[in-house]
C-alpha cells in the first residue's frame, strides 16, 4: 500500500498557522521523499468562505505542484482534486502533459466536480448542473490524454478536431473523487483511481464505499481492480491535540497510527493520503515510521 501526504497549500497550514511559504511547502515535500513515503499532493480551491464569513486562500494548484516537480525525484504528484470549473478541459489536459514532462512521468491527475459556492459566486463561476458539466468535461480530458483526436458537441463543452501536441508520453492515470452514485458510474467508466476522503482510523462507512466502487466497476466494461483505490486520513501529532475527540481524525502513538494503516491495508485500500496536523517535517517523520512499522 502507498501512503501519501497532503502539502500545506493555503489558510492555516503553515506552521505557525499562517499561510505557509513557497520554502515550507517545499521542505515537507522533500521530506516525504527523504523519508521514503510515496506521493504528495495538493488541494484546488481560488478561497474558501465559512459560513460565518472568515476567509481564507492558497495559492494556484498547478503552478504549486509544478514547482514541486522541480525539486523532487522520486515521489508521485497528485491533485486532491482539481476542480473541473476552474479551467477548461483543453487547457487542463494541456497542462497535465506540461506537469507530467517536468516530473518525468510522476503526476496521478485528481479531478472532481468542484463543491464550494461562495468561491464560483466570487469569479463568477455557474453553480448549475454540476455533474453534467463535469461528465462532459471529464470525457473531452480523458479522451485527449488518451492521444485522441476529439470532436465533441455538448451541452457544456465543445471541441472540434482537439488534440494535444506533443502527446503525453505515457497513459497519466486520473483519478475522479466522489462517492454518489452517477460519480462513480463515471469513475467506472473513465478512472485509473478513485478517491474517498475524510476519516480517521477505518470504519463500516470506508468499508460500504469500497464495496460500491467495486459494483460500479463490476457493472462496466471493464475487469476487476481496473480502478485503484485512494482514501484521504486526517492525522493529527499527539503534542499538538486539542482534546476534543474526533472520529475523523487519527491521533495517539505512532504505533497507533501504523495499526489505522494496517487496516486500510486489509481492507484492500491501495493508497492512503494523509493531511498532517501540522503539516510539518515532524509529521511526515511520524508517518514514514507509522509505515516502517506496517511494512516490517
Known amino acids: 500500500m502507498k501512503i501519501g501526504v497532503m502539502l500545506p497549500f493555503g489558510g492555516s497550514d503553515g506552521p505557525d498557522g499562517t499561510m505557509p511559504s513557497w520554502t515550507e511547502v517545499r521542505t515537507v515535500a522533500q521530506a516525504v521523499e527523504q523519508t521514503g513515503l510515496d506521493s504528495v499532493w495538493l488541494a484546488d480551491h481560488f478561497l474558501h468562505r465559512s459560513p460565518d464569513g472568515e476567509l481564507s486562500g492558497m495559492h ?33 489536459a494541456k497542462m497535465a502533459v506540461t506537469l507530467d514532462e517536468i516530473s518525468a512521468g510522476r503526476l496521478i491527475l485528481g479531478v472532481g466536480a468542484g463543491w464550494h459556492d461562495p468561491e464560483y459566486e466570487a469569479f463568477g463561476l455557474p453553480t ?47 483519478l475522479v473523487a466522489g462517492g454518489r452514485p452517477k460519480m462513480l458510474g463515471l469513475t467506472a467508466e473513465w478512472a485509473d483511481a478513485w478517491n474517498a476522503a475524510w476519516y480517521g482510523a477505518p470504519n463500516p462507512e470506508v468499508a460500504e464505499k469500497l464495496n460500491t466502487l467495486h459494483q460500479a466497476v463490476e457493472a462496466s ?25 474526533n472520529p475523523k481524525v487519527i491521533g495517539g502513538s505512532v504505533e497507533e497510527l501504523a495499526e489505522a494503516l494496517r487496516g486500510y491495508r486489509d481492507l484492500g485500500v491501495e493508497h492512503v493520503i494523509a493531511g498532517l496536523r501540522p503539516g510539518t517535517p515532524r509529521s511526515v517523520e511520524r508517518l514514514a515510521e507509522a509505515k516502517r512499522l506496517l511494512d516490517a
Not at 448542473?129 to 461528465?135: G, N
Not at 483526436?149 to 471541441?159: A, C
Request: charged fraction near 25%.
Open 221 to 245: 466494461s471493464r475487469p476487476a481492480g481496473a480502478v485503484a483505490t485512494t482514501v484521504g486520513i486526517t492525522v493529527r501529532d499527539p503534542e499538538h491535540d486539542d482534546g476534543e475527540p
Open 60 to 92: 494556484e494548484a498547478l503552478t504549486l505542484l509544478t514547482a514541486v516537480a522541480a525539486v523532487t525525484e522520486r515521489v508521485e504528484l497528485g491533485n486532491l482534486v482539481l476542480c473541473s470549473s476552474f479551467r477548461d478541459p483543453g487547457l487542463t
Open 128 to 174: 448549475d448542473h454540476r455533474f453534467s458539466r463535469f461528465a462532459e468535461w471529464l470525457e473531452i480530458v480523458v479522451r485527449l490524454l488518451r492521444k485522441e483526436t476529439v470532436t465533441f458537441d455538448g451541452t457544456y463543452y465543445s471541441t472540434n478536431e482537439g488534440v494535444l501536441v506533443p502527446a503525453p508520453k505515457r497513459r497519466i492515470p486520473i
